[in-house]
C-alpha cells in the first residue's frame, strides 16, 4: 500500500527500526506480503532456498515481536494473518515444518487473533482496518479451522458483514473518497471469499453481493490508460491482476479483457488454489457513466478504449482521513492524456507537503479570501469542513452531460454558497466549468487548475495552451502558471504546473473556464445579455451567456439565469437568442439556433 521508492539493505534485520524516518516503513514490514514473493519464487523455480528463506522470516517475526503487543498495531496483524494462511499452507503441504514449529505458528495466530478481538473498537466499521482486520482472522481460519477459537470466527464473520453494509453501497463505491482503499476493501473481501470458497466454508450472500458491486464500481475510477483516478489518497496503479482475479473467484464475464494484460492477483490466486483459466471475453456490456449520489462523484467516458475522452466530478462528504478538501474537483483526459488531475497523496508523514496534498489549493476548486474552505489540521484530521449541499446530473444532446455541484463554503464568518456547473459538450469534444458564487461583501475568489505534468503550459493571446493540443480559457483576466507538488504514487514526489486565476467580485460573482483540443476551438466570449423590453446588459446575477466557438463555424451558447427576475420580463436575449431558464445549451451556426437544450 505504502511502498517505499528507494531500495535499503539491513545485513541483520532490525524489526523496530526504519530506515527512511516514515513509519510506515516497519508497518510494511510487518505485514509480511513479500513472504508470498518468496513462497511464488518458490513455486515457480522449486528451488528451497526460497521456501527456506520464507519460513526463517517468519519465524523471525514471532522471536522479534510476538513477546511485545506494543510494537503492534491491528491493521497490520490482519493483513500479516492473511499473508501467513496460504504461507503455513505451503509450508505444511511441503512437510516443512516439524510438530514444535507448528506449534508456535498456533500460538502465535492464536495470540494475533485475541489481539485482534480485543482492540476492536466500533470506529472500524466503517474503515478499511475494519475489513483488513477480521480478513485475517477468516481467511486463517478458512484454512486451518481448529487452530482460532470458534467465539472469534463467529465474531470476526459478523463484523466483516457489517463492516461491508456500512462502507461499501450499492454501487460498489467505498465511502473514504480514496479508490486505493476502495481497491484494499475489495482484495479483502475476495480473499475471504476464494479462502471460504477453497475450503468449503459457505459465503455469506451479502459478502457475494459487495465484491460484485465493487468489481462493477472500481471500473468507473479507471481513466482511459488503466491507471486509477488519484482521488483522496490514491496512487496511479493499474489494477488489471486484481480484476482479472476478481472475475474468476466471482465467475463474472472479464469486461474489460481486451484493456487490461492477462495477469493475475497472485495472493488471491494461492488462496483459491486452483487453476484459473485465461480471462474470458465480457459478455456484458459496460456502461460509460456513473452517477453516484450517495458518495458525490461522477464519472464520464466516450468509450472504453485508451484514447477515450474521460471526465470525474467530486462533491461529496470528506470520507475518512484519506479523504482530501476537495469540493467541486474536476478530472479530466482528453483523447486518452490527462488534462487536468488531481496530485495524489505522495505521504502519510505529517508536514508541509501531506497537509498541501490535501488541501483545495492542490485541487481544481476555489477558494475565497485565501481561505480554504476546507482545512486539514495533521496528517488525518481538519480543523474545519465545508459542506456539500447537493449533485445534479442531467443528460443533453448528442451525449452532453451537466454536472451541477453546490456546497456551502463555512471557512468565513458568513457562509458562501458555491456552485460549479460541469458542462460536457462531449461531440465537440468542448468542456465548460462555469462558476458562481453568492457571498455579501466583497471578495477575493483564486481558482487553481493542476495540469498534467507531462504538459507544458504556455500563455498564446487570450488563452493558456496545456501541451501541444489543447486549449485552457478563461473568463479571467488575470490568470498565472506556478509550479506544485504532484506524487504518482507514495514516496515519489515529482512537480506540475498549476493554472491559478484571481479576481474581486461584490455579492455575487460568475466565471468560466473552457478546455477544448486546440484543433478544433475558435474562440471564447462572455455574452452580455439583454433582458426583453430594456436597452441595458443585465446584471450577471440575472443573466449571464457565454459563447464558445469552433473551427467549423459551429458555435455553443450557454445562458445562466443564477437568480430569479422578479422585476421586468422574465425573458433574455443573447447575442441574439432569446432564452429563459436557469441554464440553457444552444448550438448554433452564426446566430441560426441548430439545437436547444433547456437544463435547468
Known amino acids: 500500500m505504502e511502498p ?18 516514515d513509519p510506515e516503513w516497519l508497518y510494511m514490514l510487518k505485514r509480511q506480503e513479500y513472504l508470498l514473493d518468496l513462497l511464488e519464487a518458490y513455486e515457480e523455480t522449486g528451488n528451497q532456498d526460497y521456501q527456506q528463506r520464507m519460513k526463517a522470516l517468519l519465524f523471525s517475526w ?24 496460504s504461507v503455513v499452507t505451503a509450508l505444511v503441504a511441503n512437510g516443512q515444518l516439524n510438530a514444535t514449529e507448528r506449534h508456535r505458528i498456533e500460538a502465535a495466530v492464536v495470540a494475533q487473533a485475541e489481539y ?20 485475517g482472522i477468516l481467511t486463517y481460519a478458512a484454512a486451518f479451522p481448529r487452530v482460532i477459537e470458534r467465539a ?29 482503499y476502495l481497491l484494499e476493501v475489495w482484495r479483502s473481501t475476495l480473499a475471504v471469499i476464494a479462502a471460504q470458497q477453497a475450503h468449503d466454508v459457505p459465503v455469506a450472500a451479502i459478502v457475494r453481493e459487495k465484491a460484485a458491486a465493487m468489481h462493477r464500481g472500481i471500473v468507473h475510477d479507471l481513466k482511459p490508460d488503466g491507471t486509477l483516478l488519484q482521488q483522496g489518497d490514491t496512487d496511479a496503479i493499474r489494477i488489471d491482476s486484481l480484476y482479472n482475479a476478481s472475475a474468476a473467484i466471482l465467475n463474472l464475464p472479464s469486461a474489460l479483457q481486451q484493456q487490461l494484460d492477462p495477469i493475475y492477483d497472485y495472493v488471491l490466486l494461492e488462496m ?13 456490456e459496460l456502461p460509460r457513466e456513473l452517477v453516484a449520489p450517495v458518495s458525490g462523484n461522477t464519472m464520464w467516458r466516450s468509450h472504453w478504449s485508451t484514447d477515450a475522452d474521460y471526465w470525474h466530478t467530486y462533491n461529496g ?18 483523447n486518452g492524456h490527462d488534462v487536468i488531475v488531481d496530485p495524489g497523496r505522495y505521504t502519510y508523514v505529517d508536514g508541509t507537503e501531506r497537509r498541501f496534498l490535501k488541501s483545495p489549493a492542490a485541487h481544481n476548486t476555489q477558494l475565497l479570501d485565501a481561505r480554504p474552505f476546507s482545512l486539514p489540521h495533521d496528517s488525518w484530521k481538519y480543523q474545519y469542513v465545508s459542506t456539500p449541499v447537493s449533485n445534479e446530473v442531467v443528460q443533453f444532446g448528442s451525449d452532453g452531460r451537466l454536472v451541477k455541484m453546490t456546497y456551502l463554503d463555512q471557512s468565513g464568518t458568513v457562509p458562501a454558497v458555491v456552485t460549479r456547473y460541469w458542462v460536457s459538450l462531449a461531440a465537440a469534444q468542448v468542456w465548460l466549468a462555469i462558476d458562481t458564487v453568492h457571498a455579501a461583501g466583497t471578495h477575493e475568489w483564486h481558482h487553481y487548475w493542476q495540469v498534467a505534468p507531462d504538459r507544458g503550459v504556455t500563455q498564446q493571446d487570450d488563452h493558456f495552451v496545456l501541451g501541444q493540443d489543447v486549449i485552457l480559457a478563461t473568463t479571467t483576466p488575470d490568470a498565472w502558471p506556478s509550479q506544485t507538488l504532484y506524487s504518482p504514487q507514495y514516496n515519489d514526489l515529482q512537480h506540475l504546473t498549476r493554472l491559478e486565476t484571481s479576481t474581486e467580485f461584490t455579492n455575487f460573482g460568475i466565471t468560466a473556464t473552457v478546455f477544448a483540443p486546440t484543433v478544433n476551438y475558435q474562440g471564447m466570449q462572455v455574452v452580455a445579455p439583454r433582458q426583453s423590453g430594456e436597452d ?16 467549423d463555424g459551429t458555435n455553443y451558447l450557454v445562458t445562466l439565469q443564477p437568480e430569479n427576475t422578479i422585476v421586468g420580463r422574465k425573458l433574455y436575449w443573447f447575442d441574439g437568442t432569446e432564452a429563459y431558464g436557469a441554464l440553457n445549451v444552444f448550438k448554433r451556426q452564426g446566430q441560426q439556433v441548430q439545437q436547444h437544450d433547456q437544463l435547468l
Open 4 to 21: 517505499t521508492q528507494v531500495t535499503y539493505t539491513e545485513e541483520t534485520l532490525d524489526w523496530h527500526h526504519t530506515p527512511n524516518g
Open 62 to 85: 514471532i522471536d522479534h515481536n510476538l513477546d511485545d503487543p506494543s510494537t503492534w498495531r491491528t491493521i497490520d496483524t490482519g493483513i500479516r494473518l492473511l499473508n501467513w494462511t
Open 116 to 135: 485482534l478481538h480485543d482492540n476492536y473498537t466500533e470506529k472500524f466499521d466503517i474503515s478499511n482496518w475494519g475489513v483488513l482486520i477480521t480478513t
Open 152 to 180: 472469534v470466527v463467529e465474531w470476526a464473520q459478523a463484523r466483516f458483514e457489517t463492516e461491508l453494509d456500512l462502507q461499501v453501497d450499492g454501487q460498489g463505491l467505498q465511502w473514504e473518497q480514496s479508490p486505493l
Open 272 to 284: 483459491a488454489h486452483e487453476q484459473w483459466p485465461d480471462p474470458a471475453d465480457g459478455q456484458a
Open 317 to 334: 462528504s470528506l470520507g475518512s482521513g484519506h479523504g482530501h478538501a476537495a469540493l467541486g474537483h474536476v478530472d479530466l483526459v482528453i
Open 536 to 551: 441595458k446588459p443585465a446584471a450577471p446575477q440575472l443573466a449571464w451567456g457565454i459563447r464558445v466557438d469552433l473551427q
